[in-house]
């Protein structure tokens, strides 16, 4: 069909559904606690309304996906052949199946506090399940049905046609991965990376490029980092710490993809036979007009309602069943080995000279947060707000931002995902992160101070 023969519906149907979704997952809206999105504030709503009841069903929720895992097992592949779906969800490979099995028996522990205390602590296994998995399940619920909006009616093809020349050149990334960034940083971390797996799944990333957005595009959200440069007591340099974290993170950008482990992916898509998105700009058209002829085609190929429903459904349970078992049990064991071992500590002392060399004060003090990050972001803003030096507590904040990599959340999120990164990739990446950055923020530090 030609750019000049579509019908006006074809014209509403891709542009109604594609605002709605910029809308739910992009359009900053201010609140009394800063600003969020609409997607996150419909999430909050339903934090509180299920507040006393969230840690049983996300405990329930944690044990039904072992159970359904440990049957399918059991029963084998071919028994959930009618349903591609739930043999794609429960029948998983060995170590998966163990690691539900292990994150079920966590979840029962935390819930009912039984066994050891460093298990089921306020600062280990109680944060997981009375905190971040709430607001997995919340966030989830609304970012798993709405997803499609953004993905499925031309969107992507629009923004990704027109940014191709950007992201490209300097990342390596076709220009819908732009859609991804923007979702995180708006938004939350959580949507970027579920929106890179299910673009991989789709055909769309090659294993290079879904690994290279997953570690490196999913970005904390302005909402996440304002709590915590609050939480080391600089709310007041707001402006100038995100304009850190975005410097940092932009040159890391431009590095990571270039280096193992993500250069070494292959540039292969999930199906062997696929041939991915063109890139291409055809004669007669330029970049707007080609990517909206693109957005239109995509949005009429979606004539089902019920079809809209029941993709957004099975994102849902997707992300509940198969990510935050994954969260619960290496979140959980980061979460452990950092508040009751002195691990992270040790790891940290090759960077006292460093830090020293660099001028920073209280520099062992900071050594000690530098890789504790690994097991939760939050983790070296709680022990840098005791340090006096107002340089120190702001480094330590803008360099747990950009490291992105963290067990208690994206780290088992990625893990969870169809994303191709195995736990030696996600520890490569994250010190990798670490040494480009931290002399990057120190620098831009000095001048501000």
């Given at each position: 069909?030609?750019?000049?023969?579509?019908?006006?519906?074809?014209?509403?149907?891709?542009?109604?559904?594609?605002?709605?979704?910029?809308?739910?997952?992009?359009?900053?809206?201010?609140?009394?606690?800063?600003?969020?999105?609409?997607?996150?504030?419909?999430?909050?709503?339903?934090?509180?309304?299920?507040?006393?009841?969230?840690?049983?069903?996300?405990?329930?929720?944690?044990?039904?996906?072992?159970?359904?895992?440990?049957?399918?097992?059991?029963?084998?592949?071919?028994?959930?052949?009618?349903?591609?779906?739930?043999?794609?969800?429960?029948?998983?490979?060995?170590?998966?199946?163990?690691?539900?099995v292990i994150a079920a028996i966590f979840a029962v522990m935390v819930y009912f506090e039984l066994g050891p205390s460093f298990i089921h602590g306020a600062d280990t296994g109680k944060m997981l399940l009375d905190d971040l998995l709430h607001v997995l399940f919340a966030v989830f619920l609304f970012a798993g049905l709405f997803l499609p909006?953004?993905?499925?009616?031309?969107?992507?093809?629009?923004?990704?046609?027109?940014?191709?020349?950007?992201?490209?050149?300097l990342f390596k990334l076709p220009g819908r991965a732009s859609i991804d960034s923007l979702a995180s940083w708006i938004g939350d971390g959580t949507i970027g990376i579920l929106l890179t797996s299910k673009q991989y799944e789709e055909g769309n990333y090659t294993k290079r490029e879904a690994a290279v957005i997953g570690t490196t595009f999913s970005i904390v959200s302005i909402t996440f980092s304002l709590v915590i440069i609050g939480e080391v007591g600089l709310?007041?340099?707001?402006?100038?710490?995100?304009?850190?974290?975005?410097?940092?993170?932009?040159?890391?950008?431009?590095i990571m993809p270039r280096i193992p482990p993500l250069s070494r992916k292959a540039d292969r898509y999930i199906d062997p036979n696929s041939d991915g998105v063109s890139e291409e700009i055809p004669e007669g058209y330029n970049v707007f007009t080609?990517?909206?002829?693109?957005?239109?085609?995509?949005?009429?190929?979606?004539?089902?309602?019920?079809?809209?429903?029941?993709?957004?459904?099975?994102?849902?349970?997707?992300?509940?069943?198969?990510?935050?078992?994954?969260?619960?049990?290496?979140?959980?064991?980061?979460?452990?080995?950092?508040?009751?071992t002195p691990l992270f500590s040790w790891l940290g002392v090759p960077f006292i000279p460093v830090l020293e060399w660099m001028q920073v004060p209280s520099a062992t003090a900071a050594s000690e947060t530098i890789l504790i990050g690994f097991a939760d972001m939050f983790l070296p803003a709680i022990l840098a707000s005791?340090?006096?030096?107002?340089i120190t507590r702001f480094i330590i904040a803008?360099?747990?931002?950009?490291?992105?990599?963290?067990?208690?959340?994206?780290?088992?999120?990625?893990?969870?995902?169809?994303?191709?990164?195995?736990?030696?990739?996600?520890?490569?990446?994250?010190?990798?992160?670490?040494?480009?950055?931290?002399?990057?923020?120190?620098l831009i530090a000095h001048l501000i101070f």
């Open positions: 069909m030609e750019k000049n023969h579509y019908r006006i519906s074809d014209h509403i149907k891709f542009i109604i559904p594609s605002l709605i979704g910029v809308f739910l997952f992009m359009f900053p809206l201010k609140t009394d606690d800063g600003v969020t999105i609409p997607i996150a504030l419909l999430a909050g709503i339903v934090q509180d309304a299920l507040a006393g009841r969230l840690s049983a069903i996300m405990m329930v929720i944690i044990v039904l996906t072992a159970v359904f895992t440990l049957i399918a097992k059991m029963a084998g592949k071919d028994a959930l052949q009618k349903t591609p779906f739930f043999q794609q969800l429960f029948y998983v490979s060995l170590f998966w199946t163990i690691t539900r909006l953004l993905m499925n009616f031309g969107l992507l093809e629009l923004v990704g046609t027109m940014m191709t020349k950007i992201m490209r050149p709310q007041h340099m707001f402006v100038p710490f995100y304009l850190t974290v975005l410097f940092a993170g932009f040159v890391a950008a431009l080609y990517g909206y002829k693109k957005a239109i085609d995509r949005g009429r190929k979606e004539t089902s309602f019920y079809q809209f429903i029941k993709e957004g459904l099975q994102n849902i349970l997707d992300m509940w069943m198969g990510v935050a078992p994954v969260v619960m049990a290496f979140g959980l064991t980061a979460l452990i080995i950092a508040e009751n005791g340090i006096e030096e107002e803008a360099l747990s931002v950009t490291q992105l990599i963290y067990m208690s959340e994206v780290g088992g999120l990625l893990l969870g995902s169809k994303v191709p990164v195995s736990f030696k990739d996600l520890v490569v990446i994250f010190l990798l992160r670490t040494l480009i950055t931290l002399p990057v923020i120190i």
